[in-house]
């Protein structure tokens, strides 16, 4: 299956071992987009580095970018204003709210809703109206900096989130009208590629495909930054570990991200948006890490300096290349429409996993 196959959004082979319209056996083939990113971080600079990490999960990309900048302001003991961090938090959450939007829209496409991409984009564009107006982009963001951000929120922001906040309210429980209550929509997930606790944790699942299996893996939760400590939210969890779970996971993660924004846009502290750094940029000798929670996951940025203006070393630890490497563990024995179902519910970027 692939790598050119419309179900795995991007180019990611699948090789099948199949008895009939059986899986016996998955063997995921990767390398097709491969950049050495991790390579070329060992001669850029630090400002340079952020923009990378926005061409792996694109979908994610504010949230990867300000898990430089925060390893880049943990090593220089940086402390970024109250602002900074309230602002962070709902353009993470307005970002984690997109990326769901687009997952659920394709999804219910892949199994053969085409009026769910429609609706999901819809209700997309608003933020990315958002963003545009915010950055100047609209699908690979660059906002954040180490220090701060690039530049202060526009002065439509909080209303335009507001009334994309008060829209969306409206909006989302068309999602279960339209798709979670669908009886052939159930049948094709319930029961289907069920990932036990002990699987998520051994193949190191995060995010909400490893939240459906009851995997306590929240990183705002688990090691708070930005403003997450500030704000009431809950951590969704499901035990069942089926394709319907992690459906209703996101689902539910979208109701929480709207919570947490109510709570800040309304309270974005008074103060400076960017801290004073140097233009070139030299961490201590040493060797850094920082994790955040993005659309799929654990997203981790591990840093081994030596006191120049370029890391020795960075490693990112991104939660899609786990999350793909347990495919065959559940899907053995599901038909090939079902291996469908399931890669959905993954909510696989392939950026993401080849860097």
């Given at each position: 299956m692939g790598p050119q196959h419309p179900s795995t959004h991007g180019v990611l082979r699948l090789v099948l071992t199949i008895d009939g319209e059986t899986v016996n056996k998955i063997e995921p083939h990767i390398g097709y987009i491969h950049r050495s990113i991790e390579k070329m971080c060992e001669k850029d600079s630090y400002r340079q580095i952020v923009h990378l990490t926005d061409r792996m999960d694109y979908l994610s990309c504010h949230i990867n970018n300000a898990a430089v900048c925060l390893t880049v302001e943990k090593a220089l003991e940086i402390e970024v204003s109250d602002r900074v961090k309230v602002i962070r938090t709902i353009i993470d959450e307005l970002t984690r709210l997109?990326?769901?939007?687009?997952?659920?829209?394709?999804?219910?496409?892949?199994?053969?809703?085409?009026t769910t991409f429609l609706y999901g984009f819809r209700d997309r564009e608003m933020i990315t109206d958002i963003f545009e107006e915010t950055c100047g982009a609209r699908l690979t963001m660059n906002y954040n900096q180490p220090g701060?951000?690039?530049?202060?929120?526009?002065?439509?922001?909080?209303?335009?989130?507001?009334?994309?906040?008060?829209?969306?309210k409206k909006k989302l429980p068309e999602y279960d009208q339209?798709?979670?209550?669908?009886?052939?929509?159930?049948?094709?997930?319930?029961?289907i590629g069920v990932m036990t606790k002990e699987d998520a944790i051994a193949f190191g699942v995060t995010g909400p495909a490893g939240r459906a299996s009851g995997f306590e893996c929240d990183i705002r939760k688990r090691i708070p930054y930005?403003?997450?400590?500030k704000v009431e939210f809950n951590e969704v969890l499901f035990t069942e570990g089926d394709s319907f779970s992690r459906y209703k996971a996101r689902i539910q993660?979208?109701?929480?991200?709207?919570?947490?924004?109510?709570?800040?846009?309304?309270?974005?502290?008074?103060?400076?948006?960017?801290?004073?750094?140097?233009?070139v940029i030299k961490l201590p000798k040493g060797e850094f890490y920082q994790r955040v929670e993005t659309a799929r996951g654990d997203f981790g940025v591990y840093v081994v300096s030596d006191g120049k203006k370029s890391p020795y070393r960075l490693k990112f630890r991104s939660p899609g290349f786990s999350n793909l490497f347990v495919l065959d563990k559940i899907a053995r024995g599901s038909k090939i429409a079902d291996l469908v179902a399931i890669m959905s519910t993954l909510d696989l970027v392939m950026p993401d996993i080849d860097r």
């Open positions: 997109a990326s769901h939007q687009l997952w659920w829209g394709v999804m219910g496409m892949d199994l053969g809703a085409i701060g951000l690039m530049y202060d929120i526009h002065p439509n922001f909080q209303k335009r989130t507001k009334e994309f906040v008060a829209h969306f339209l798709l979670t209550g669908n009886v052939i929509f159930q049948e094709r997930t319930k029961g930005h403003a997450y400590d993660e979208m109701w929480e991200s709207l919570s947490i924004i109510e709570q800040l846009i309304d309270n974005i502290p008074e103060g400076e948006f960017q801290e004073k750094t140097n233009a």
